[in-house]
């Protein structure tokens, strides 16, 4: 068999996009007769990525698709046919792998909307129903969610450093991970805050607003500036962003006014020029100063070259005339954060009589690392102008008691009463109801304005780039005690 082409990128059926060992365990859930046991599991990060205070919510939209695809296609079957085992025996016997063909998924799912912010412990997601089903969903949803939460929220840390009022355009797609990589980083660049992408598939793919200026060879391939310049306005006399530091960066400016000129002249409006090399700082302001001088100060100036937030603080700190930032593999690979460590974890199973919850957990040496048991809504408290005030996890299966006590669950000395009758939102929605959908997901051009008013809606404090200040997210007090009780429980209390 050849390989799909496009590493898979439109294989018709991605149910084996999966570790081998989802399939084993289901095999044996199957082998013991427990597949149908109901079972909860959360999906989680533990701690922000970016060293930073939020992460933005992202991947649900490609995970409801990919779950609403889930099947085994004959050839999955027969590939799962022909494993073998170190004895040379099949890995799965057949009538396991005609179990799975009529596979139906039937769990419940509620999720986070795409776009709001969240802090570690968090479920993104809950998944709710038959053990084999959803323990066989693990591999997928963690590729998809950690990805796109990862890149949504280095976009938006991006956004939060250019500004509300400049634009910013994702160049990304050639240092992405892959194709699947720059077609996922566009869209979820996008979520997070940028406005635009250069990726032309992505744009198609996702709907999102594709733009761009031009590369350093088509200037090579005149024999000067001006008539790259003029040739490229001739082209797209509307739409043009000239590139101007192939040679010098204020003799590009230079030129690029000319044929501005030129344009004008003939009715059209140079749109920008782009700067992507030298000392963006002063070039900026260079450049604003000549053409603002010759008249054309609605040129937009854009900026490329290695740039990320930090960068982009720093360079209007210094008085750059920035306008619009084009920014490529800082964005696109989560340059200094390789991936968002979350993680889905069995909260909840079934009693052998049907009637009640086992909760389990997962121990840890770490307490930050322990898992919380229950089926957990997260609940966030509010202030009187609607932002964010704390968040509390709770266990919806036990009552809530009368009165509600935050604790930290890293440091149970620090608590929170909760004001008597204080706002709060749940943030997991049902997304699937017995694995029919149950919710109409928002365009991802909604999700975006949500992401934006969210990160708006918190404390600068925790917002900011540098120790960020934390925003406190604290286990309900009798589930802290209970996960405390099941953490002893657990763990082997053995003689000093
Ligand atoms: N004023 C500034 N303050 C801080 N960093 C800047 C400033 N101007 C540019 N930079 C950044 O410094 C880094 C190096 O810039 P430099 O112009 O030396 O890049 P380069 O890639 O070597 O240039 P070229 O594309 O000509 O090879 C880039 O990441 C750029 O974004
Ligand atoms: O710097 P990034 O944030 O990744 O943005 C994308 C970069 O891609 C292009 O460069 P090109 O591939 O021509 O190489 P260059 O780095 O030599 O300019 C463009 O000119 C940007 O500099
Ligand atoms: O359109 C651009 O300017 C562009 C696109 C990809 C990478 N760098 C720049």
New binding site residues.
Partial sequence: MNPAPLSGLYAPSLALITDLYQLTMAYGYWQQGLQDREAVFHLYFRKAPFQGGYAVAAGLALAVDWLENLRFSDDDLAYLGSLRGSKGTPLFPPDFLAYLRDLKFTCDVDAVPEGTVVFGNEPLLRIQGPLLQAQLLETALLTLVNFQTLIATKAARIREAAGPHDQILEFGLRRAQGFDGGLGASRAAYLGGADATSNVLAGQRYGLPVRGTHAHSWVMSFADEEQAFTAYAQAFPDDSVFLV?TYDTLDGVRHAIEVARKMRAQGHELGGIRL????????SREARALLDEAGFDKVRIV??????EN?IT??KQ?G?RIDTWGVGTQLVTAYNQAALGGVYKLAALRTADGTGWDFTIKLSEQIAKTSVPGILQVRRYLDEQGHPRADMLYNTAVPLPERLVLVDPNDATRRRPVRPGAPFRELLEPVFCQGRRVLDLPTLAESRALAQREVASLDPAVRRFLNPHTYPVGLELSLYDYRTQLILAKRPQRPA
């Fill in positions: 530091d992507d090399s030298g000392d963006l700082a002063y070039l900026a490329s070259n290695d740039l990320e960068l720093s360079l210094q750059a």
